[in-house]
């Protein structure tokens, strides 16, 4: 065989699928479905073994926040390997670790101070999980054991993360392995009540909250939720005046709230954290994904001096928080962090987002009166795009019928990376995307989306 057919898509493929396990797959699917081998990366651009070249409109599963490969940060990661790989982080530090945790509690909503680190986003959720469990329990209150979570909630695959998970597909095989949440209906606006606004929804969301903080305070320990976009259950937005009533009742009801913006921080919603469009600050904040630009791994939690004093007592008090990952805080994943905070510094990125947004909004305007579509909807450089078998009775087509596979599948061959969630074909592209580019983008989904609802 040459060496250019041992590294085609057809080889390299075969080889992978001899031996690897993919995560979110049906392995079976891949009997047709094409593995792609991808090379290279650059800016938007993912491209095969082949030469094919794909746009990256999911930014790799929501972490590429400034384009594959930026200079600066390939720049900032070549620096740090040559002066420090990793150490570990119990008993010693580094400039990287140090020097991100200023920059956190720098940009963070006020009076977030303290900064944990870990090494992926279901990490970070079991650790503000564990965290406010272990404070009210370090506070003398053993018996708040719960979490409360909003119904399509989606904070990861690790058993304490699936346990304030809602989405069917990720958690049903798991439920007899995992702590019974108590949930709290989403304030999501598509499934408001018909007629309503997305702030009446939340108003009245939040009312349903407070019936359920009436019972069960004592026992909860924390509220968790995705502020303002609910991605993994399909790109749910609601209104940010949740944020700020959920901030109320959590200090009148004495639980602490979780902002898991895994996926959402970074400029993603419009500003640098969701949680400032409701003018909130959470007791704590997990960030991952777009903390290092979509190089490395790596997770932080935020949190107040209130609940690090909590913890803070002679050893044999037994009131040290423990959770240790070996790669915590690894200084190649905080130095690709650093970088990637340096280029939100000069300001202009969120005003380019805003007219990036602009954009894709127009662009969208094309689904509007599609027969199929029952809702089009955007925060920030989120968008998605609710398809259903039909637009006035909003009835969805079977799961089973898989359509936004056809969708992935014709994104394909028009080289865009669209991966809808079930029928929901959403736009999450990296911030350096052109507005030519998501001119692109929306035109291979009118295709793919055509392809889609064909009986
Ligand atoms: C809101 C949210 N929380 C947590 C996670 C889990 O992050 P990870 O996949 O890095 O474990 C995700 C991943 O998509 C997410 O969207």
């Known amino acids: 065989m040459s060496n250019s057919l041992a590294s085609s898509n057809a080889a390299l493929a075969a080889r992978d699928l001899a031996v690897v396990w993919h995560p979110c797959t049906q392995m079976h699917d891949h009997e047709s479905l094409p593995m792609l081998p991808i090379v290279h990366a650059e800016g938007v651009w993912l491209q095969d073994a082949d030469g094919r070249r794909y746009l990256d409109a999911v930014s790799s599963w929501w972490t590429n926040v400034f384009g594959h490969r930026h200079p600066h940060i390939v720049a900032a990661l070549k620096d740090q ?7 570990m982080l119990a008993g010693f530090t580094h400039q990287p670790a140090l020097h991100l945790a200023e920059e956190l509690v720098r940009i963070a909503p006020p009076g977030l101070s303290r900064v944990f ?3 992926n986003g279901s990490s970070a959720v079991e650790v503000a999980l564990k965290m406010s469990f272990h404070y009210w329990r370090n506070s003398g209150r053993s018996d708040k054991t719960r979490f409360i979570a909003l119904t399509g909630s989606y904070h990861g695959e690790t058993l304490g993360a699936l346990s304030v998970t809602d989405v069917a597909l990720y958690r049903n095989t798991y439920a007899p392995l995992l702590l019974e949440p108590i949930l709290t209906p989403s304030p999501d606006a598509y499934e408001g009540e018909p007629g309503a606004t997305p702030a009446e929804t939340a108003t009245r969301r939040l009312s349903d909250l407070r019936r ?3 019972r069960h305070a004592d026992e909860t320990c924390a509220v968790i939720i995705e502020p303002l976009v609910q991605c993994a259950a399909g790109m749910r937005m609601y209104d940010a005046s949740y944020l700020t009533g959920l901030r109320a009742l959590c200090d009148e009801f004495g639980v602490h709230l979780i902002a898991d913006e895994i996926a959402v921080g970074f400029g993603r919603t419009g500003t640098l954290f969701a949680c400032e469009q409701g003018g909130i600050t959470p007791d704590f904040l997990c960030l991952s994904k777009g903390l290092t630009g979509g190089t490395l791994p790596l997770s932080a939690v935020v949190t107040n001096e209130t609940i690090y004093h909590a913890f803070y007592a002679e050893y044999r008090a037994g009131k040290a928080f423990l959770h240790s990952h070996s790669y915590t805080g690894n200084p190649l994943a905080c130095r690709a962090a650093l970088a990637t905070l340096e280029l939100f510094r000069d300001g202009t990125t969120l005003e380019r987002n805003r007219g990036l947004s602009a954009h894709l909004a127009r662009a969208l305007e094309v689904f509007r009166d599609h027969p199929n579509v029952a809702d089009v909807r955007q925060t920030g450089l989120i ?13 969805p087509f079977p799961a089973a019928e898989r359509r936004g596979l056809r969708v992935y599948r014709a994104g394909l061959e028009r080289g865009m990376v669209l991966r809808p969630l079930g029928n929901i074909v959403y736009f999450m592209p990296p911030y350096v995307i052109t507005p030519a580019e998501i ?7 009118v295709a793919g989306i055509a392809s889609a609802v064909r009986e």
């Open 81 to 87: 390997l040559d002066r420090l790989d990793h150490v």
């Open 117 to 119: 680190y870990a090494d």
């Open 212 to 214: 359920i903080l009436e």
């Open 383 to 395: 968008a998605a795009v609710e398809l259903v078998r039909d637009r006035r009775t909003r009835e």
């Open 439 to 445: 001119s692109q983008m929306v035109d291979a989904a």
